[in-house]
């Protein structure tokens, strides 16, 4: 098995791709938030410049103004006291002195904190310009502060005047006080108008600096925007969606069996991964092809060589039934001209069973007669005698027929033991056929869709070697039978022989006994009792002979039917072979 080290993720990895692209626009994001805060900062110093310094100096800046003409208010109503009758409004005059004092020290003191508010302007300001401003502001505050000072001192002394009631010169000095006191408003005005232009000037400067930075964050985030989205694109297109496409393709002609596409991805990560996968898969899809050509091959030669020993193993059946039908058949030609030369020799021995059984009652008629009638005792005698001989040669060829039955019986015998082993053989060659259609099938099955016609034959092949082995055990039940009734007819002929051999045995002993009355006539009455004896054993070995005979002839026929049927078994077998043959080479 081998094994792959596992190190840093590659940046050609898809999921590095998607990271990267995250990465990207994490930074513009951060890079937008650093911008808009920077530009947040910028106009939050602004603002707080405006709302800190410039309003705050331009409400004392305005105070001052105000109070400036409450003063000139006040210095009117002084005037105004000290004309009608100074030496009774002393105590009026008091007050309003005290009311110009406490008003000229609080303007001072709102001169003295708006020069405190301008000076920190000028530390705070973010700009020279603004640093300029508050500076103007700053020294028109000191001249202002000048000529108040100035302004407060000739109020005392216009009061002191009063005071001493020399009020044409308090008057007089009243008009250069009012210039002052212009003066002086004026300059409050022009500074108050210079600060609120100012204040309006930073107000549109802060507002023109947050629209600026709202339109640098716009472009950022455009720029950050589009540039995700080109590299998201890209990515997308180049490094992911093209190459997959690109995979896809050459995996669909792939699933055609054109295995000559290649595909042409050097690219690492999930892609390259994917591509040497697929360069492998095609190389096991070549490597399986040629495997199945090959195995195909094989398939074919060893159908060819199958075909060939099914050929060769039809032609050895079909050669060796051939010469075992021709066996049988000559078998059988034998064995019906046997039985029907053993049903001949059984008629015959039938008839000269009857015969003798005539002459052995004649000879009993003639024992009976021959008290009654001595004199023809001798041509009875010599009617016996020639009558034994006749008995005797039929006996002797009775004998010999049965002989030959036996043999031939026995020959069937042998021939049923060939036709068994004949049918054994037939069987084998059925038992083998099964076992190839049984092989033949397995292969079928194996093969599938392409087997599936040679299953069929299989099919039939087993079929007929069914056929064939269902032929085979009817011929082996027919020749066992006729093994059973030439066994039967064996018993009998040896029994026929046995009984012709008593027979020729007793006619013997009467061929004895009649030259025995021939040499001695005296005694006849004893042989002729004698005789009597012997001829009833006579007829009933006769009877025995003839009931055998029946026997014989019906084994013959028998013979004969199993013969025929073994024929007709034979044929039928001739046809299924035949049959079972061309199936074979037609397969």
């Not at 094989?298 to 039934?321: G, H, P, Q, S, Y």
């Not at 009792?529 to 006769?542: C, L, M």
Request: hydrophobic share 45%; charged share 25%.
């Amino acid at each position: 098995m081998h094994t792959k080290k596992i190190g840093r993720p590659s940046l050609a990895t898809v999921s590095a791709k998607i990271l990267g692209l995250v990465g990207f626009l994490s930074i513009m994001m951060v890079v937008i938030a650093i911008v808009g805060l920077t530009q947040m900062q910028g106009i939050g110093k602004e603002l707080e410049e405006i709302a800190d310094e410039t309003v705050p100096l331009t409400t004392n800046v305005s105070k001052v103004s105000m109070h400036q003409l409450e003063q000139a208010l006040l210095v009117e109503k002084v005037l105004r006291v000290g004309k009608v009758d100074a030496g009774s409004s002393v105590g009026e005059l008091d007050t309003l002195t005290k009311d110009l004092v406490a008003l000229a020290s609080k303007v001072d003191t709102e001169i003295l904190q708006a020069e405190e508010i301008a000076r920190k302007g000028i530390d705070v300001a973010s700009t020279d310009d603004q640093r300029a401003k508050y500076a103007d502001v700053l020294g028109q505050l000191k001249t202002i502060e000048t000529e108040h000072k100035a302004y407060d001192d000739h109020i005392q002394t216009i009061i002191n005047h009063i005071r001493n009631g020399d009020i044409t010169t308090a008057e007089e000095l009243a008009v250069a006080l009012e210039s002052e006191q212009e003066r002086l408003n004026t300059e409050l005005v022009s500074l108050t108008e210079q600060l609120n232009r100012f204040v309006s000037t930073s107000t549109a400067t802060a507002k023109d600096h947050e629209q600026h930075g709202i339109v640098v964050m716009g472009v950022v985030a455009t720029i950050a925007i589009v540039a995700g989205v080109g590299l998201a694109m890209l990515i997308a297109l180049f490094g992911i969606s093209r190459p997959l496409r690109a995979v896809v393709a050459a995996l669909n002609r792939l699933a055609q069996n054109d295995t000559s596409v290649e595909l042409g991805i050097r690219a690492g990560g999930e892609i390259g991964e994917l591509a040497t996968a697929f360069t492998e898969f095609r190389e096991k899809t070549i490597e399986i092809q040629r495997l199945q050509a090959q195995a195909k091959e094989e398939e074919e030669r060893i159908e060819r060589e199958k075909r060939e020993a099914t050929m060769r193993l039809a032609d050895n059946l079909e050669a060796t039934v051939k010469r075992v039908s021709d066996g049988i058949a000559v078998a059988v030609h034998e064995l019906e001209e046997t039985a029907t030369l053993m049903a001949k020799n059984a008629q015959q021995t039938s008839t000269n069973a009857g015969t003798v059984a005539a002459a052995a009652e004649e000879s009993s008629t003639g024992v009976q007669t021959v008290a009654s009638a001595a004199e023809e005792l001798s041509a009875s005698i010599a009617e016996i005698s020639r009558q034994v001989t006749a008995a005797l040669s039929a006996t002797g060829e009775t004998n010999e027929n049965a002989r030959k039955s036996s043999d031939t019986v026995n020959g069937l015998a042998s021939s049923a033991s060939r036709i068994d082993d004949v049918v054994k053989l037939i069987n084998d060659i059925s038992d083998q056929t099964n076992l190839l259609a049984l092989n033949a099938t397995i292969e079928a099955a194996r093969a599938g869709e392409a087997g599936r016609g040679f299953a069929v034959v299989a099919g039939e092949v087993k079929a007929l070697a069914g056929q064939t082995g269902q032929a085979t055990e009817d011929i082996s039940s027919q020749v066992k039978e006729m093994q059973s009734g030439a066994a039967n007819t064996s018993q009998a002929i040896s029994a026929v022989v046995d009984a012709i051999n008593r027979i020729n045995d007793q006619i013997s002993s009467i061929a004895s006994a009649v030259e025995e009355q021939t040499a001695v006539t005296a005694e006849i009455a004893r042989n002729v009792s004698e005789v009597a004896e012997g001829s009833n054993d006579i007829t009933r070995t006769i009877n025995s002979v003839s009931a055998g005979a029946v026997d014989s002839s019906a084994a013959a026929r028998q013979v004969l039917s199993t013969v025929e049927n073994l024929a007709s078994q034979s044929g039928l077998l001739q046809q299924e072979l035949d049959t079972f043959l061309g199936n074979i080479r037609a397969a």
